[in-house]
């Protein structure tokens, strides 16, 4: 069966740590790093990779842009 | 783990790019707060100008407030307008270039407030713009103050007791206004807190634009905003919070379509 993995990239510094995308996502793929950027907020970052489905939802509500969104299908 | 991290690295490839950010947005990081609805209609609007492929056909008019600095982000031609005139320079730069896309972003302190007579009077000449009217019933930029739709009862620096409607009068529902006069072509409330609904707002602004081409009347969109820093919350918070009260009184939908209104049930 085909199956459809989606994977995200964070700008980290672009990222204000407002959370939303965390609450954005159906799977429960993003989660807060405890490192911090330059500016001091605490970035997103994928905690769960393995769940993502690219259903571009935590880029829809993201406030900064700062999510690219990947989807590939893979035959196995 | 290691599979994994093979997998991910055949995802995260030029050609499997779902979404990015658009290129009509410019490198510059937004200077609103986290979480401030703001990013997303800039977003948006640029997404829209980008598929419609009208980039250098496109003037905005940026306002007074937190957004004020919104031609710093937007990577078109934008002009900064007095507090409240961004719709009466919007009307002069239309009548000036008819065949441009001009198009208004404005605040409800600029719009609601010092910009009333202004808004209302282009809605009622019916000039062929598109107006965005962030709503987030507080003034924002300037601490927090009390809004003309600030909701009753609701605290802001002002009214740290609430708003009471007896002292202060009644909430302005300003797009139910506008949609009475018969300059309005097309007038929506739309909000940007999930995604279902930032998708919507899309459609919308692209119907917007595309409308100023058909020169039948002003299209005008209000988008309900949570302002977190304002309300002293969180931002997943101000966006429940926003939820359970502003959308009652604020209701989402289409309130004129081509001119015609929309039967409620």
């Known amino acids: 069966m085909a199956k459809i993995k989606g994977a995200i990239v964070i700008d980290i510094e672009r990222c204000k740590g407002c959370e939303l995308c965390v609450d954005a996502c159906p799977t429960d793929v993003i989660g807060m790093e ?7 907020y605490h970035y997103a970052a994928m905690e769960h990779p393995e769940n993502c489905t690219g259903c571009v939802n935590c880029a829809l509500v993201c406030p900064d842009a700062v999510i690219t969104v990947y989807r590939k299908k893979f035959e196995d | ?65 937190c957004s004020v600095f919104a031609y710093d982000f937007m990577n078109i031609d934008m002009q900064q307008a007095a507090h ?27 719009l609601a407030a010092i910009g009333t007579s202004e808004t209302i009077h282009a809605c009622n000449r019916g000039e062929h713009i598109a107006i965005f009217f962030i ?7 300037t601490g927090g103050q009390m809004a003309p739709t600030t909701l009753p009862g609701m605290k802001s620096s002002t009214t740290p007791y609430g708003r009471d409607t007896r002292l202060m009068g009644n909430p302005i529902k300003i797009t139910e206004l506008v949609a009475t006069l018969p300059g309005t072509y097309f007038v929506t409330r739309q909000s940007v807190h999930t995604a279902v609904n930032v998708r919507k707002l899309k459609k919308a602004a692209k119907m917007a634009f595309e409308n100023q081409k058909l020169k039948k009347g002003l299209s005008f969109i209000e988008v309900v905003s949570n302002c977190n820093s304002g309300w002293k919350m969180s931002p997943i918070q101000a966006n429940r919070w926003m939820e359970e009260n502003m959308l009652p009184f604020y209701p989402i939908g289409d309130i004129k379509i081509n001119g015609n209104f929309v039967k409620r049930n």
């Open chain 1, 34 to 40: 405890k490192k911090v950027n330059s500016k001091g």
């Open chain 2, 84 to 110: 409240g005139r961004a719709p009466a320079v919007a009307t002069g730069i239309k009548r000036c270039w008819p065949d441009k896309y001009v198009f208004t972003y404005q605040g409800d302190g600029d």
């Open chain 2, 1 to 65: 783990m290691e599979k994994e991290n093979l997998r991910l690295d055949e995802i995260i490839r030029e050609e499997n790019i779902v979404f990015k950010k658009t290129p009509l947005l410019t490198d510059k990081v937004f200077s609103y707060c986290p979480g401030c609805g703001h990013g997303v209609v800039h977003r948006v609007i640029m997404e829209v100008i980008d598929e419609l492929g009208i980039q250098s056909e496109t003037i905005g008019i940026s306002p007074v407030g």
């Open chain 2, 135 to 141: 709503n987030n019933g507080i003034y924002g930029m």
